[in-house]
């Protein structure tokens, strides 16, 4: 092999990508021995469908871990503005299409999300704990002030919206189908526009930037308060987005059946590789590791392991999963000591 | 020497009850390079924040390359060609070097878009500059210090810069990169750019710069050219006391070796060390970074365990193999690093000070006995004279002297037999550093056994009665202080 690629293969694996992206494989593929209906066109369907908006969650949760903060508050946020979103719309009988839903929820949500910002952001609070509050606010809002109940039914947009398909697959053995929803776009333009974000802009750079040391964004001239602010702002979007979403997706509004998935969701995105303290991370990872627990969360039936014990199998992959990124760190730190010492006796 | 560059008039600065700065005047002139002294807390930081906008003055002004500001904002102080590089360098580290240095003049272009070839181009005209030979896809937090530093320095010429203020630069090189430091400077020198070199120790200031200049409480005490410039009046203007440097002479030695290593070996950093360590007496171990004399300091604490060998005490063989046995044999251990290895920076004074022997200050069950406790912190923070109002503060807010002695109470208080330090005055300016010597001298005397690892020869030679140098993890050298001299040593080392 060359130099060239040697060393673009030690590079790899040093990323946490790659490992996370074997386990998944070792995981479909036992599925599929186990149950030969992993790679059935209408699972995979499923998967991807079932991946929506846990998905725009974790793209959300990811920018804020790189920035250095941590975002406990976005199932509280989604919920308030999908339900207060979906309370108005049944309220003032709108008959339209859903782009108005959506308007209204990225509103709220930018609302919502610069709540955050602004405290986080301009007054300096950590991150854990606004967002710990602002969670309890949101959901106190909600469940006291519009005194939440389920909605059985939604706006006829939303439904119309909930139910359309890009494609239908059909399992030729079992011949059941699965519908590839088009909010499944919303998940790919989301993703495409904050990987640009991320990679192209001073904007994106900033929000690594900070993760790395926010003492040196702030003496390079970054604006370190507005961008934090601005990122919050569009993490409650994405949430928001989310919210509106599943929503519809599930064709009803069940006010407190999001609460209590952001554990899994920062899970999946440590699980990918994004360091806990900021600085490092990348949106594909992020996506590998939500995958992996979508999968483990929906497929360990396909392999007769009981639901119940579902929690018990995403835990052990949260320990295993960090553990080895949390490895990898003590790896790389010991070598560059003894890196640092060579050199000096070099000298 | 250039025209005038920068001219500082009447400053005057205050914080909440806090003079730091008193009618400061400084100035300085084009490819001058001045070294900026001054203990901690004498203004020196504030005066750097002054220079470069991040502070506004109470009062006075400043003139820069012909401009007069009353205040300068830092976008202007950069603007105008000052650039500051601190003790952190403010890099990335978990950004790639190429990022690292583009990112600032990117930002200073007010640019919204990355444009990856165009960074990568500013890189490699960056590192240039300084003939800066570095992978430009490499983490910065891959790099050794030295290496940061470089980017720091190579980030900071790409702003048509005038001044470059270099905050405590040398703290954590080595002997070599301090060096190519000061190559560097000198090369920048030549391109007429200006450096504010800050530091508080002698040798480099003698070394490197041309002029001088050192504040204590916020006034300047002395300035001018760094010739006329020696040890004693250097002191003298840091902390305003005078010091007589004072060799070491143990007043009783006991025939008999209170510690003893004999053909200790330890993978390839140490072979066949023996020596012994006598009751009232300071054993100085000096040597290269790579000689091996940490690894001995840790393997006579039981922190490294030895291959080969056998530990006597007072006579006895004993085993030292780890922490706790060391421990056990009244030997404490102030270690290199005292922020990351000595301390519970974020804990209290007073508990620091007496974590080491908290299984003796206990009641029935347990149960901390508080009378008991705060007398021994009150005990020792006026035995070692800790500076701080309260011993409930936490340790982080002491100075590097302050700390360095709650290291030692720390082990003071466990009443030990033998004492290792390993660079006992690192980072401690310099009346701390005559404070600290005077208290192991005393403590010699008073019978402990203290051995100090250190590769700072001067203090070397006048603490300690004998010295042995280590070259190659072996020693190769088992000098009398009092006969010997700097170059002597020298020569072994290396």
Request: net charge neutral.
């Amino acid at each position: 092999m060359t130099s060239i690629g040697q060393s673009y293969l030690k590079k790899l694996s040093r990323r946490n990508e790659p490992y996370v992206f074997l386990v998944l494989l070792a995981l479909c593929l036992l599925i599929e021995i186990r149950s030969g209906q992993f790679f059935s066109s209408n699972n995979l369907v499923d998967i991807s469908s079932a991946m929506i908006v846990p998905g725009l969650f974790a793209i959300g949760a990811f920018m804020v871990i790189v920035s250095g903060g941590i975002d406990v508050s976005f199932p509280a946020l989604a919920s308030l503005s999908a339900y207060a979103t979906t309370k108005f719309l049944l309220d003032i009988q709108y008959e339209g299409n859903v782009f108005l839903a959506l308007v209204i929820a990225l509103a709220i949500g930018a609302l919502l999300g610069a709540f955050n910002g602004l405290f986080i952001g301009y007054f300096k609070l950590p991150a854990l704990i606004v967002t710990l509050g602002s969670s309890s606010v949101f959901k106190g809002v909600m469940q006291g002030a519009l005194n939440s109940k389920q909605l059985t039914t939604i706006p006829v947009g939303m439904r119309e919206f909930g139910v359309s398909s890009l494609f239908i697959a059909k399992n030729p053995v079992s011949g059941l189908t699965s519908r590839m929803p088009v909010a499944f776009i919303a998940l790919v333009v989301v993703l495409a526009i904050v990987f640009v974000m991320l990679k192209y802009t001073m904007f994106g750079r900033a929000i690594y930037g900070i993760g790395g040391s926010e003492v040196s964004a702030h003496r390079a001239g970054f604006r370190v308060e507005r961008t934090k602010f601005i990122m919050y702002i569009l993490v409650g979007m994405i949430a928001s987005l989310a919210g509106i979403i599943r929503t519809c997706m599930m064709q009803q509004n069940h006010p407190t059946n999001m609460l209590g998935m952001e554990m899994n969701i920062i899970a999946g995105v440590v699980l990918g590789g994004t360091l806990i303290t900021g600085g490092r991370g990348t949106l594909l990872g992020s996506m590998l590791g939500t995958l992996l627990i979508v999968i483990v969360e929906n497929s360990l039936i396909l392999i007769g392991v009981p639901t119940s014990y579902k929690s018990v199998f995403v835990g052990a992959l949260i320990i295993v999963g960090t553990g080895m990124s949390a490895y990898q760190v003590m790896r790389m730190n010991t070598e560059k000591r003894t890196k640092g010492r060579r050199k000096e006796a070099v000298r | 020497m250039g025209e005038k560059l920068l001219n500082a008039l009447n400053i005057d600065k205050s914080f909440v009850g806090v003079h730091a700065l008193n009618q400061v005047n400084f100035s300085l002139s084009s490819g001058e390079i001045h070294c900026l002294a001054g203990e901690n807390g004498s203004g020196k930081s504030t005066l750097i924040k002054v220079i470069s906008g991040v502070y506004a003055p109470d009062s006075g002004e400043i003139e820069f390359n012909g401009r007069h500001y009353q205040k300068m904002t830092p976008i202007e102080a950069i603007n105008q060609g000052i650039q500051v590089i601190y003790q952190d360098f403010s890099v990335f580290p978990n950004l790639t070097v190429m990022e690292n240095l583009a990112l600032n003049s990117e930002l200073a272009d007010k640019r919204k878009w990355v444009n990856w070839k165009r960074i990568r181009e500013i890189a490699e005209e960056s590192v240039k500059k300084i003939n800066f030979k570095v992978d430009l896809d490499a983490l910065v937090g891959s790099l050794s210090v030295a290496e940061k530093q470089m980017i720091a320095i190579s980030r900071a010429l790409m702003f048509n810069t005038k001044l470059i203020i270099m905050d405590e630069p040398t703290t954590s090189l080595t002997k070599k990169e301090v060096h190519r430091l000061f190559e560097i400077i000198l090369k920048l020198k030549e391109q007429g750019i200006a450096i504010l070199f800050v530091s508080h120790k002698l040798d480099e200031v003698f070394e490197i710069s041309e002029r001088f200049t050192i504040l204590r409480n916020g006034e300047i005490v002395g300035t001018g050219s760094t010739k006329e410039l020696d040890q004693k009046k250097f002191s003298y203007y840091m902390t305003g006391r005078e010091f007589n440097p004072s060799h070491f002479i143990p007043e009783h030695i006991e025939k008999d070796a209170l510690f003893e290593a004999r053909n200790i070996s330890l993978e390839k950093h140490l072979r066949n060390i023996s020596f012994e360590l006598h009751k009232g007496e300071i054993l100085g171990i000096t040597g290269l970074l790579d000689s091996g004399r940490s690894e001995l300091a840790l393997a006579m604490f039981g922190a490294k365990q030895i291959d080969e060998g056998q530990w006597y005490k007072n006579g006895e063989p004993v085993r030292l193999d780890s922490v706790r046995d060391a421990i056990g044999q009244n030997i404490g251990y102030v270690p290199e690093d005292r922020l990351s290895e000595g301390l519970f920076l974020p804990q209290s004074i007073g508990d620091n000070i007496i974590i080491s022997e908290i299984d003796k200050l206990t009641k029935l069950f347990g149960v901390m006995d508080k009378d008991k406790k705060e007398k021994e912190i009150d005990h020792w923070m006026k035995e070692l004279s800790v500076a701080s109002p309260l011993a409930s503060n936490a340790c982080q807010t002491l100075s590097g002297g302050n700390q360095q002695r709650v290291v030692l109470a720390k082990w003071l208080a466990c009443n030990l037999d033998i004492l290792i330090l390993n660079g006992p005055t690192v980072g401690v300016d310099i009346g701390s550093k005559h404070d600290i010597h005077a208290i192991l001298q005393n403590l010699a005397r008073q019978g402990l056994g203290i051995i100090i690892i250190s590769d700072d020869l001067p203090e070397v030679l006048e603490n300690c009665s004998r010295l042995l140098v280590m070259k190659n993890g072996e020693i190769v050298a088992n000098i009398n202080t009092s006969t010997s001299d700097e170059k002597t040593i020298y020569s072994y080392m290396l």
